[in-house]
């Protein structure tokens, strides 16, 4: 099990950026894949990205593709995400997760919320127009 808290979010202008971090704590860290999913109003929650264990493999949902970086630094348990160029259509809660890498073989996993076991409670982004 690994317990997540999210930060970062806030309130930006388009056009603008900001960096949200989420950090674990439990055992081997790096044995979780990490992911970001979001959920805008009346919307239901999407995939964002996510990383390998080792950041070998990265994935991001098409619509940040570019604008979007995710990172991870093991060694301080904690996974980033790096939002440049931001638009009125991310805002949303953000949600960081983690998966057992023994539970998620295949790269598809990735995109699927239902393979993550644990789950922080969200940060508010609002970008504003």
């Known amino acids: 099990q690994v317990q997540l808290v999210e930060s970062g979010g806030g309130l930006v202008q388009a056009g603008g950026s900001l960096r949200l971090s989420c950090a674990a704590s439990?055992?081997?860290?790096?044995?979780?894949?990490m992911g970001w999913f979001r959920q805008a109003p009346g919307k239901e929650r999407e995939f964002v990205a996510a990383?390998?264990?080792?950041?070998?493999?990265?994935y991001y949902v098409d619509s940040v593709k570019g604008r979007f970086t995710i990172s991870r630094d093991n060694a301080k348990n904690t996974v980033y995400l790096q939002m440049n160029s931001l638009k009125p259509e991310d805002t949303a809660v953000y949600y960081c997760a983690a998966g057992d890498i023994a539970t998620m073989p295949d790269e598809y996993d990735y995109f699927g919320q239902d393979e993550y076991d644990s789950w922080g409670q969200g940060t508010q982004v609002t970008v504003s127009s």
């Open positions: 439990g055992r081997t860290f790096s044995s979780y894949a």
């Open positions: 990383i390998s264990w080792n950041s070998g493999s990265v």
